[in-house]
């Protein structure tokens, strides 16, 4: 969906100054990260979520459109937070672009994908009730997530063509939106819960206020 967004070029320092602002904002992110759910490993859960993503989007590039970056940061949303959504947003796609194609639209892309990471940890308690994993409500937002990101990053295009062509190119996007967004459902149901298990290993979710009721039975 980026054919004519590919078309837009940047003088080599101009894509320099915004790769250093990107890099430096993931780095921010991880410095100055969320204080309201304590991690007890979260560099090395990051760092293992930031090559499957990396990896999977590699390798699932031939299939149009279907790849694991929008459930992963969907769950480091829920797991890690704003900040580490932002951070993981920026590393994996500045990471698989150096090897897919790297450009303007790499930023679109970062964007989309933090708007749903950050939107993931402002709706966790509707993700996470007594613990576990609502998969309906996931797999619901995982569909939706589908959608926003190819819709932010079709925005790109508007460098380069009319704006009254937007929605015919969105109408046109569409097969490859549902591609995404059963992509995404289908990951939710395979990997939700044992990546869940995996990441509540090491992250606290349960509020402070819950604690004296609980020593207190």
Same mark, same amino acid.
């Given at each position: 969906?980026? +054919?004519?967004?590919?078309?837009?070029?940047?003088?080599?320092?101009? /894509?320099?100054?915004?790769?250093?602002?990107?890099? #430096?904002?993931?780095?921010?992110?991880?410095?100055?990260?969320?204080?309201?759910?304590?991690? !007890?490993?979260?560099?090395?859960?990051?760092?293992?979520?930031?090559?499957?993503?990396?990896?999977?989007?590699?390798?699932?590039?031939?299939?149009?459109?279907?790849?694991?970056?929008?459930?992963?940061?969907?769950?480091?949303?829920?797991?890690?937070?704003?900040?580490?959504?932002?951070?993981?947003?920026?590393?994996?796609?500045?990471? #698989?672009?150096?090897?897919?194609?790297?450009?303007?639209?790499?930023?679109?892309?970062?964007?989309?994908?933090?708007?749903?990471?950050?939107?993931?940890?402002?709706? !966790?308690?509707?993700?996470? /009730?007594?613990?576990?994993?609502?998969?309906?409500?996931?797999?619901?937002?995982?569909?939706?997530?589908? +959608?926003?990101?190819?819709?932010?990053?079709?925005?790109?295009?508007?460098?380069?063509?009319?704006?009254?062509?937007?929605?015919?190119?969105?109408?046109?996007?569409?097969?490859?939106?549902?591609?995404?967004?059963?992509?995404?459902?289908?990951?939710?149901?395979?990997?939700?819960?044992?990546?869940?298990?995996?990441?509540? !290993?090491?992250? #606290?979710?349960?509020?402070?206020?819950?604690?004296?009721?609980?020593?207190?039975?």
């Amino acid at each position: 969906m980026l +054919f004519n967004a590919h078309a837009v070029t940047l003088s080599p320092a101009e /894509q320099f100054l915004l790769d250093v602002l990107i890099v #430096s904002l993931a780095i921010g992110c991880l410095i100055f990260t969320d204080n309201k759910n304590k991690s !007890r490993h979260p560099g090395l859960i990051f760092a293992i979520l930031a090559i499957i993503a990396i990896s999977g989007r590699l390798l699932l590039d031939p299939i149009p459109n279907v790849q694991p970056v929008t459930f992963l940061i969907i769950m480091v949303g829920i797991y890690f937070g704003i900040s580490y959504s932002i951070a993981f947003a920026a590393i994996v796609t500045m990471s #698989s672009n150096v090897m897919l194609e790297h450009g303007l639209w790499s930023n679109y892309q970062i964007f989309a994908w933090a708007i749903i990471g950050v939107l993931a940890a402002l709706f !966790r308690s509707q993700f996470v /009730q007594n613990e576990k994993l609502n998969i309906t409500r996931l797999a619901i937002f995982a569909g939706f997530a589908g +959608f926003l990101f190819d819709w932010v990053v079709s925005m790109s295009i508007l460098h380069t063509v009319d704006t009254s062509f937007f929605l015919i190119y969105l109408l046109n996007g569409l097969p490859f939106d549902l591609l995404h967004a059963a992509g995404n459902i289908v990951l939710v149901a395979w990997f939700a819960n044992p990546l869940s298990e995996l990441m509540t !290993r090491h992250t #606290s979710l349960t509020s402070p206020e819950a604690v004296p009721e609980l020593v207190s039975n």
